[in-house]
C-alpha cells in the first residue's frame, strides 16, 4: 500500500505557507512586539554565585530610582505565590520565580525591577544590593550522587531526584548466551534550542473584568493551569493569547517562572507588565538548557552480529530544578531498541539535580542523545564481530513485514520500510562512489570519513512517560481540538488552541480542511483561540501536530460533510446513503445529475430552519478534539507502556573532513532519506528536517552551555562563547523522501519534526570517527570541537609512540 | 527612514533598534543577541547592511535607513526578494528573516549574480536556527534569477 500514489487536491502538493507573508513583509506579531497603554518594563538581578545563602536583598535603593515602579523579591513571591509545579512532585523542592533563601545557579534571579522604561529598569536594577554566603558547588551529576556532594536541597536529603530501573524481557540470559558484549561510557554535553527571539511574555490585569490577560512567547503543555495554580486565581481568571508569533522554540519556550513574575508584577502595579529576556538572561538564568547526560550502554550480540539485548544507564543533570525535565528520560524508552530487533532491554534512569540552570524540554525530549548511544554502539559492535556497518544494520533491522511492531518497552511501531531507506540513503549519497572519493582523498592524507546512521522519530505525544516516571500523575489524555465552520457567506473557518513558532500549523491545518471540503486552502482562514475560548490542546510538542490537530482537523471537516448530507437528504428526500459530498456539493450516487450546491446547503443551514431536518442544529460549525490514535492505557508494574502513536524513520550519510593540524571537522556533503509517511506540505517537511540536522550539527560540533568545574560559574554566557552554525557550517542537504504511511492517521500522516536532530548527532559522530579510523579512535563524547578532537589525534598518536 | 524624515530627540545611549522598534513602533526589525552575532536586527544604512544593536541612535542622524518595512516592490506589493524567500520556504518562525532579507539585499546590491558559496559567505553573519539555511539561500539565488531575468 503507498498511500503517497493516492492523488490528493491539495495534500502532498506545493502550496506557499500562508504564515510566510507576515514574516517577510515585517508583519509577524511576536510577543516582545506589544505595546500596551502604561506598560512598564521588567529587569532583573542574577545572582553571580552558583551556591550561596541569601542574606539579604535590598532593594531600597532601586525603588529610590526615579521611574521605578516596584520591585520585589524572593520573599514577596514565598508570600503571594505558589511555587512552580514540578512534575516528580518532589516534596521539599519550592521553585520560585525569585531565589528564596538560597541561590542555586549562577544567574538565578534574586529580584526584579518594573520601570517605566527597560533602561530605567536596568539602571535601577543595579542598586539591588545583595548578599550572599558562598557555599560550595556541585556541577557533575555524578559527582552529585556521591555521599558527600553538596546537596543543592537539602531537604531532599540527596541530589537523586528520581531512580528506577526498569527490565523488559530475558536481559540475563541474552547477556549470558551472547558471544560478544561490548560495554561503553558516553558523554552528552549541554545545550540547548537556542531561538533568535529570546523569551518575551507581557501581562495585564483587567481589574474590570477580573481576568489576566497574557501574551507569551510560549510552547508548552498545562502552562495556563501551571500559571494560575501560582498565581491563586482560577483558571478561568486567565486568558493566554495564542495569536502571538513564537520566534523560534524547539520545545524550549516554557518561561512559566517568567510568566508567574510577570503576572504577578502585572497586579501589584495595576499596570500591563513586560519582560523580553535579553540575551545574557536566556543563555544563563531562563532555564531553557537541554538534556546533560552521562550514559553507561551495553550491547549483548551473536558472533554474526544479532543484537540480543541492550543495557543503558542515563544519568541526567537536571540543573537546580528538576521541572518537566525528568521526564525527557521517559520519551526515549518510547523507542529505546531504535530500528532493531532487540530481544531484552534493560533501563536505569538517575535524574541528578545540581547548581547548573533548570533543564527544559528539547526538540526530541531527550531521543536525540539515546540514539546517538545506541547508534555508536551499533559501529562499536560492527568492528567488533568484523561486519560492514551498513550490512549489521540491514541484519538487524526490524522487517517491512513484521508491522505492527511491538518493542520490549510495551510500545508498538505502527508502520516502516527501514532496509528501504537506507537503500534510498545510499543510492542518493552514490555511497559506491563516495566510497572511492574517500580511499583517494586518504591516499592524499586528507582524513576524510562518512557516516551512516539512522534513526526512529515517534510522533504524537502520548506522553505517557509523565506516568512512568510518576505514577501520580496518572493522566492517559493527550487531546487536540479544531473547530470548523462555514458562516452563513460560505467562506470557511478553523480554530486551533495554540500557539505556533515556525511550524507552519495554519497551513497544514488549511490543506486538511480544504482537502476534505474540496476548498482551496488559501481561501480557508485558520486562527489561534487563546486559552479560555479554545479547546483541550496538548500544544505542539512531540511532532504531534500533523498527527493529532490534523486528524482533529480532518474529521472536524468531515462532521460538516456529513451535516450537508443530511440537509441534502431531507431536502431531495433521497436516502442519505445514495448521497455523496464531492466537492462542495452533495450528489446523488445513482443518478449524478441530481445535487445540492454549496450556497443552497449554506443557505439552508444558516437561514432557513423549516428546511432543516428535525433536532438538527442551525448553522454549519463542528468541533473535533482528538485523543492520540492508539494508547491511552497506564503503564504496567514493570514499566512497560504504549508511548507515541507514529514512527518515522530517517538515514543520514554525512562525508567529513577532519584537520589534522587543528582538529577542526568540516562537513562535506550530506546526504538524507526519510520517511513520516503522508507529507502534507513538502516545503514545511523539508524545512524541518533540513532544520533539525542544523540543530544536529549544532550538537555534533559546535554548541555547549561550559561551567566552570571549581566555582560553578557560567561560561558560555554569549553567542560568542557558545557557537550556533551559520550557513558556512551547515552543508547543503540532499532529500530523498519515501513514504510508508499511518494505518493510525486518516492521510497517513507521521511526525517530522524532530528526525533530524535525533539522527544527525550519531550520523556526523559516525562520520568523524570514520575520518580517524586509522587512528582506533572512539567517539564517545559531543559536541566534537576542534579541541576535543585536536586531543583525541594526540593521544592516538601517542599511543602509537608516533 | 523607508523615505521619511523623522526628527526626534533621543537619549545618547538609545540604540538604534530600540528607537526604531519603540520610538518608531517599526517592529519588523528584530532584536537577537544585542552583541552583533545573529545578525535578526540588520538594517540597511545608506545602503549598506548594519547591525542595529550596535549602533546608537544617534549615529544615524542625516543618514538613510531602510527596514524590512521599506522593501516593498515598486507596484507597492511585495519586493521580488521577498517573492522568492515565499516560494522557496525561506522562512519558518520568520524572527531571523527580517535581518536575512536586508542582509540578502545588500548583497544582491553588490553582487546581482553570487554564486552559492558567495551568498553562504553574504549570510554568515545572519544566523537562524529554524531552517538549516537551505531554503534561504535557495531563496536568494532564486531572487538573484528572477533579477537577472528581469534585466
Known sequence: MNLAKQSFQYVSRKLRPREDYRFLTGKGRFAGDLVLPKMVHVALVGSTHAHARLLSVDVSRALAHPGVVAAVTGEDLRRDTNPIPNYLETPTIREYPLAVDKVRYVGEWVAAIIATDRYVAEDAAELVDVEYDPLPAVIDAEKAIKPDSPLVHEGEGSNVAWHRRFVWGPVEEDFAGADVVIRQRFRWRRHSGVPIETFAVSAEWDEGTSLLN?????????????????????????????????????????????????????????????????RLEYMRGGGAHGPDRVFYAELAASREGLIKSFRLKTIDDNGAFPGRSPMQMGKPLGAIVGPYRINSVEYEGVAVTTNKTPQIAFRGFGQSPTNFVLERMVDRLSKE??????????????????????????????????????????????????????????????????????CVEPGGGNAMFLSLLNPKNEVTTFPEGVLVKIDATGTVSAQISFSSAGQ??????????????????????????????????????????????????????????????????????????????RQGKVICRSNPKVEMGWDQLVRIAHKQFHRLPISEEPGLQAIHVQQVPS???????????????????????????????????????????????TVINPDVVDGMVIGGIGHGIGAALYEEFVYDEETGQFLSQSLMDYLLPSALEIPPVELTAHCTPSPLTPLG????????YMTAPAAVASAVEDALSGLGVTITELPMTPDRVFRLLESAQTHKGV | ???????????????????????????????????????????????????????????????ELRTVEGLAGEDGGVHPLQEAFWENHGVQCGYCTPGMLMAAYGLLRENPAPTEQEIREALAGNLCRCTGYHQIVRSVQDAAERAGVAR
Open chain 2, 1 to 63: 527612514m523607508n523615505g521619511v524624515e523623522y526628527v526626534r530627540m533621543v537619549e545618547p545611549r538609545r540604540l538604534l533598534v530600540d528607537f526604531l522598534r519603540q520610538d518608531l513602533g517599526l517592529t519588523g526589525t528584530h532584536v537577537g543577541c544585542e552583541h552583533g552575532v545573529c545578525g535578526a536586527c540588520t538594517v540597511l544604512l545608506d545602503g549598506l547592511a548594519v547591525r542595529s544593536c550596535l549602533m546608537l541612535a544617534i549615529q544615524a542622524e542625516g543618514h
Open chain 1, 385 to 454: 564481530v568484523k561486519v560492514e556497518r551498513i550490512e549489521l544494520r540491514r541484519r538487524n533491522y526490524i522487517h517491512p513485514e513484521e508491522f505492527p511492531y511491538a518493542i520490549p518497552s510495551g510500545t508498538t511501531y505502527d508502520s516502516g520500510d527501514y532496509p528501504e531507506v537506507l537503500r534510498k540513503a545510499l543510492e542518493s549519497a552514490d555511497f559506491p562512489a563516495l566510497l572511492r572519493f574517500q580511499a583517494e582523498a586518504r591516499e592524499r592524507g586528507r582524513l576524510i570519513g562518512i557516516g551512516v546512521s539512522g
Open chain 1, 504 to 581: 507552519s500549523h495554519e497551513t497544514m491545518i488549511a490543506m486538511i480542511v480544504g482537502e476534505q471540503l474540496g476548498v482551496h486552502p488559501d481561501k480557508i482562514r485558520v486562527l489561534h483561540a487563546d486559552s479560555l475560548s479554545g479547546l483541550p490542546t496538548q500544544t505542539p510538542v512531540a511532532s504531534r501536530m500533523a498527527i493529532v490537530a490534523g486528524t482533529a482537523a480532518y474529521h472536524a471537516a468531515g462532521k460538516l460533510k456529513a451535516k450537508m448530507v443530511r440537509i441534502a437528504a431531507h431536502n431531495l428526500r433521497i436516502p442519505e446513503d445514495d448521497l455523496e459530498y
Open chain 1, 631 to 677: 494508547g491511552g492505557k497506564l503503564p504496567t508494574d514493570d514499566g512497560r507502556v504504549h508511548m507515541y502513536p507514529c514512527y518515522s524513520f530517517s538515514v543520514h550519510i554525512p562525508v567529513v573532513e577532519v584537520d589534522p593540524e587543528t582538529g577542526l571537522v568540516k562537513i562535506l556533503r550530506y546526504y538524507v532519506a526519510h520517511d513520516c509517511g
Open chain 1, 214 to 278: 497574557v501574551w507569551a512567547s510560549i510552547q508548552m503543555p498545562q502552562f495556563e493551569e501551571q500559571l494560575a495554580h501560582a498565581l491563586r486565581l482560577p483558571v478561568n481568571s486567565i486568558r493566554v493569547f495564542h495569536d502571538v508569533d513564537v520566534g523560534g522554540s524547539y520545545g524550549t519556550k516554557r518561561g512559566i517562572k517568567h510568566s508567574i513574575l510577570v503576572g504577578y508584577l502585572a497586579r501589584l502595579s495595576a499596570r500591563p507588565v513586560q519582560l523580553v529576556e535579553d
Open chain 1, 749 to 756: 500522516q507521521k511526525g517530522v519534526g524532530e528526525g533530524g
